[in-house]
């Protein structure tokens, strides 16, 4: 439906109709699917680079596991986020919705407001705030800091947001301290000194359940063996059965 309409304006004040609704649900799987394995690679990715002390590139990467996530999520709940060229909109596959556009006309912005005030009810990150901010928009500006407010890049020495992960991990081992935020996730994913690591960690096995719950298709046998390689032993068993489908 996008396309006939240039530049997106005119989309703000039409309905969904059936044919719409049968256009997107032919793609949802498959999108489904591929925001998975970039929230999955994502997070093993920068779970490698914490291991490595590589604390700048696994802020960033650990915030693309969430990010993608959320678009994910929405998926799974029916609703899409999608961009008509300057024009961000957001809406539900139910006949006659109403196309939406989230105040913020960012993608990472728009996806996070438009979860945030779908979602926030009954959503467990959401359940409580960091510094005044929920758990995604924080998340989001950890990335920024790193990206474009920080005047360099600090690895491989800890700043603030991960010195309490780190002693954590030098302390225990990187398999146990994952298993320790997954257990103690109420400690760990809305305390400003851990949340970096807990709240990736814990959504990325929110997200599986509800792949497993929608019964899309597993990963293939070569990517989750490819995932596999790049996590390594750096977590338990356990943990890749809830990851991994």
């Known amino acids: ?9 005119e989309i703000a004040n039409l309905t969904l109709n059936n044919d719409d609704i049968s256009a997107y649900r032919v793609y949802i799987k498959e999108d489904l699917k591929s925001l998975y394995y970039k929230s999955l690679l994502s997070y093993a990715e920068g779970l490698i680079a914490v291991k490595q002390n590589n604390l700048s590139w696994a802020t960033v990467k650990l915030y693309y596991s969430v990010y993608y996530g959320l678009r994910c999520s929405l998926l799974c ?34 996806t996070i407001e438009t ?29 920024e800091i790193v990206n474009y407010k920080d005047a360099e890049f600090h690895d491989p020495d800890s700043t603030d947001m991960w010195n309490e992960v780190m002693a954590q991990i030098q302390s225990v081992g990187m398999k146990k301290a994952v298993k320790k935020y997954v257990e103690e ?52 068993d356990e943990f890749y059965e809830e990851i991994l489908f």
């Open 77 to 110: 709940k029916n609703v899409v986020v999608a961009r008509a060229n300057r024009n961000l909109y957001f809406f539900k596959l139910d006949h006659g919705y109403q196309y939406q556009k989230p105040k913020d006309q960012t993608d990472h912005g728009g």
């Open 115 to 143: 979860y945030v005030s779908l979602f926030s009810k009954t959503d467990y990150f959401c359940s409580n705030n960091i510094e005044d901010k929920n758990a995604y928009s924080w998340m989001k500006d950890c990335r």
């Open 185 to 236: 996730r109420d400690t760990y994913c809305f305390s400003p000194l851990t949340a970096v690591f807990a709240i990736p960690t814990n959504r990325i096995r929110s997200l599986a359940k509800e792949l497993r719950n929608e019964g899309v298709h597993p990963l293939s046998d070569e990517r989750k063996e490819w995932i596999k390689s790049i996590i390594n032993d750096n977590i338990d």
């Open 1 to 9: 439906p996008f396309k006939d309409y240039r530049d997106g304006r």
